[in-house]
Structures are given as C-alpha cells and as structure tokens.
C-alpha cells in the first residue's frame, strides 16, 4: 500500500517537475541474492523501470527475474516480481542516505501449502548512508523471509564499496550477513569481489559470489547442489 501511495504520488507529479524515468534489462550466468542462487546455479534473464522525482528524491520501481527455487521447494511459479520505492538525499557532510519499502512477490508460488514452509511473499524496509564510495544498509523483514516459517523480523547488513580503478572499471566489494529469526542454521555470511565496465553499449560485472552458509539449509531440493557455493558470475545489463 505504501508503495503504491508513493507510486501514484510520483505518476502525479511527473506532469509538473523533473522526474526521471530509466528502464534496465540484464542476462546473468547465474542469478545470485545475498548469495544464494536462485536458479538452481543456472542462467537468468531481468529487467525493470525505475521513476525518480529528481528535486524531491521520491522514488519508486519494479524489477523482475526468472528463478527455479519456489518450484524446486515443491511450490510453483517461475518469476520474482520486487515492487519498491523510497526516498534518497544527502545529509551534511556528504552523507548520503536511502530509506523505503521493498516487496518480492512471487505470483503462485503455492509455498505456504509446502510443508515446512511459508508463502514465498516477503516484505522489507530498508535505511542506507554512504559515503563516497562506501556504504551500509540494514534490512529488516516485516514478514516471513523468503518462504521460513516463523522469520518474521529477520535481518541483512550490507556493506559495500565500489571504488574506480580507471580507464572504465569499476571494483566492486561487498560482505552481508543474513540473519534468518528462529532459524540459526539458516544464517550466514556471504561476499562479492569483482569489476564492472561500461562498454557503451552494455555494461559488463565479472565478480566471485560465496558465502558460508550451511550445505544442508541451502542445498537445491532438485539435485542437491549447494546454492551458496563460491563462483564466478558473469552478467552483462543495460540502462536506458
């Protein structure tokens, strides 16, 4: 509800001021959240549109992706809808911040009839600062996390930093922590070391994903693979 106040709020101003409207589409060799694959360690194609109030910082968006594990758990659907918007600014001193509501939705996903599981439907606010090329963000489900029973107020902390290295390349670095309530084995640390390039015509990220969560809690119900295991991922994406 509060995504679409804010939604309706920017469609309405976009008549009178600067709003800005970006549209993104991308194919990954493996579609990875906090860590965990969420393709069975297989491809994915994405996309979505962003609406930015530019003299306020209102936002809102969507953004969709293939996925195989609602369907590998035993439910079904085959699509990850996430719905957000927010606000972002600066504070003094060059501190940037970034603060809102984000929704995954999971359409049909049928989880909540799997035993041992909950709907796959979860929502999240969210608060960010940065710096410079730093930053930090907390997380924090205001429902059940990702299909876990009883995970209401789970958390991640996420910290990053993407500093240039020239000549077009971006490093980018980031260690989170997945903190899943009531369910200590489901929690875990994860990481990212890799470089981005605009290319002009696409952008190309090449980066080693890993994390250290456990084999059973986040192995692949469809042939047993860890989904959390270190690789390389390779995504090439386009905004327009």
């Known amino acids: 509800m509060k995504i679409a106040i804010v939604a309706a709020a920017l469609l309405s101003l976009s008549a009178h001021a600067a709003t800005e409207v970006s549209f993104n589409a991308a194919a990954t060799s493996d ?3 906090r860590g965990i694959s969420q393709t069975r360690l297989q491809p994915a194609l994405q996309g979505g549109a962003d609406l930015v109030h530019k003299p306020s910082g209102w936002y809102a968006g969507a953004w969709a992706s293939t996925i195989k594990w609602t369907n590998d758990a ?3 659907g085959k699509v990850e809808l996430d719905i957000y918007g927010g606000k972002r600014g600066e504070l003094a001193g060059g501190i940037g911040y970034d603060a809102g509501v984000l929704t995954y939705a999971y359409p049909s996903n049928r989880l909540g009839h799997v035993a041992g599981f909950a709907n796959a439907n979860t929502t999240e606010v969210y608060g960010q600062l940065s710096y410079g090329v730093a930053l930090i963000k907390y997380s924090h489900a205001l429902t059940n996390l990702f299909g876990y029973v009883d995970s209401k107020h789970s958390g991640y902390l996420d910290l990053a930093a993407n500093p240039d290295l020239g ?4 490093l980018n670095l980031h260690a989170g922590r997945q903190r899943v ?6 929690s875990y640390t994860d990481y990212k070391i890799g470089v981005t390039r605009d290319f002009g015509v696409a952008s ?3 980066a080693a994903i890993g994390t250290n969560a456990g084999k059973a809690a986040y192995a692949s119900p469809a042939n047993g693979k860890f989904l959390g295991k270190t690789a390389l991922q390779l995504t090439v994406s386009k905004t327009f």
């Not at 000549?167 to 971006?170: A, E, H, I, K, P």
């Not at 309530?181 to 489901?186: F, K, V, W």
């Open 204 to 206: 190309v990220a090449l």
């Open 74 to 76: 035993g439910g079904d």
């Open 181 to 186: 309530a009531n369910n200590g084995a489901a």
């Open 31 to 33: 579609y990875r959240y």
């Open 167 to 170: 000549n077009g390349f971006v």
